[in-house]
């Protein structure tokens, strides 16, 4: 069986110091459990926002922002090109009546 390696903790609130197997703070830090003194059993947890969660949150928020812009750049697009085709189509008709009342004033 393989020996584990241990670590010394101190509790906030009473100061005492005890011995944490070396892997347990990491995890503690990642999933934010509260762990308990065993002199005063006071509560003791590692704050949510680490730098590494600060940075994570940062990241997505940043896709996020980028995505919604993607969206907003694709509708924004979308409607230039349809009044484009509004454009084109009136110049179309535009052309058609001029003709029309081209023909109609040479006869």
Not at 35 to 43: E, L, Q, R, T
Request: charged content about 35%; some cysteine; overall charge positive.
């Amino acid at each position: 069986m393989p020996e584990l390696e241990y670590v010394q903790e101190n509790c906030p609130k009473c100061g005492f110091t005890f011995m944490v197997p070396e892997a347990f703070p990491e995890q503690r830090r990642k999933d934010h459990k509260t762990f308990y003194c065993p002199s005063c059993g006071s509560g003791i947890w590692y704050p949510a926002d680490n730098e590494e969660e600060r940075l994570r949150k940062q990241v997505e928020a940043l896709r996020k922002t980028a995505q919604r812009e993607r969206d907003r750049n694709s509708i924004m697009f979308s409607n230039l090109e349809h009044e484009v085709r509004v454009r084109t189509g009136h110049q179309g008709q535009v052309a058609k009546l001029k003709k029309r009342i081209a023909e109609l004033e040479a006869q």
